[in-house]
């Protein structure tokens, strides 16, 4: 399955002749000022669970329920009584360098990013498995492999007990503002001891083989690579 990268020409052009690549980072997404309302996340990296108390449940020291035992700890005998409430736990993930991609490539997915952003052109991973291996061995010494996941959106709070509770927080977004991107992502871990995670500037020639330029945007027409060069 290919995956595909929307960027500015500029950026396109660099990772074909050089190899060039921005790894972001999850907390650095955070900051929407910066990064705009579609690429931007104030909750990026985290969601929270819920659960629902209809009724009453009865807790005690030995006794585990889901969500709740978090939020309340019973020491000594007897029980405690909850009854007609709903409980928010949050889950939020380390930070981690990132890298997103689109699953699909439709002509209104790329005018809506054009539109958001102004990008401009497009390029297919043709190979994924062996681009991200290539990144991989580029970055070894400084960065470990996480995972590559398309991303679950879902509505916030998550109900504790649907799948979408299992995703770690790294491959979530919050539905109704984000699904439109339909999101691959890929995350590194920072091996050893490190401050806060900035956006870093990598370079994986050998990643090149596995991708193609794909489309452009010229204008108010959208030309594809057989119609198109790169610089």
């Keep these: 399955m290919s995956l595909y990268k929307f960027v500015e020409r500029e950026f396109l ?3 074909f002749t050089t190899g060039c690549l921005r790894l972001g980072s999850l907390y650095d997404f955070k900051d929407t000022i910066e990064h705009g309302n579609s690429r931007g996340d104030k909750s990026e990296g985290e969601h929270n669970l819920i ?16 969500i709740i035992s978090e939020v309340f700890r019973m020491e000594g005998e007897g029980e405690s009584f909850l009854s007609n409430l709903s409980i928010v736990v949050p889950r939020r993930s380390p930070d981690g ?3 997103c991609t689109s699953k699909l490539f439709t002509e209104k997915l790329f005018w809506r990013w054009h539109s958001e952003n102004k990008v401009d ?3 297919e991973i043709t190979n994924p498995i062996m681009f991200f291996s290539a990144i991989n061995k580029a970055i070894t010494s400084s960065a470990f492999f996480f995972g590559n996941a398309n991303v679950t959106y879902a509505e916030d709070p998550i109900p504790y007990n649907s799948p ?4 770690h927080p790294a491959f979530t977004k919050e539905k109704y503002g984000y699904s439109w991107q339909e999101e691959n ?5 920072a091996k050893g001891p490190c401050g806060r995670l ?3 500037i990598i370079y994986a020639p050998e990643a090149r083989q596995f991708c193609r ?18 610089k």
């Design 164 to 167: 979408e509770a299992n995703i």
């Design 121 to 123: 052109a497009c390029y």
């Design 13 to 15: 052009d660099s990772f």
């Design 185 to 189: 992502r890929t995350v590194w871990g």
């Design 198 to 200: 900035k956006p870093w």
């Design 97 to 99: 360098f990132v890298f």
């Design 213 to 230: 330029p794909f489309s452009f945007i010229d204008g108010k027409v959208i030309n594809y690579a057989s119609m198109s060069t790169t």
């Design 51 to 66: 659960r629902g108390i209809d009724g009453t449940i009865a807790i005690t020291k030995d006794k585990y329920e889901p």
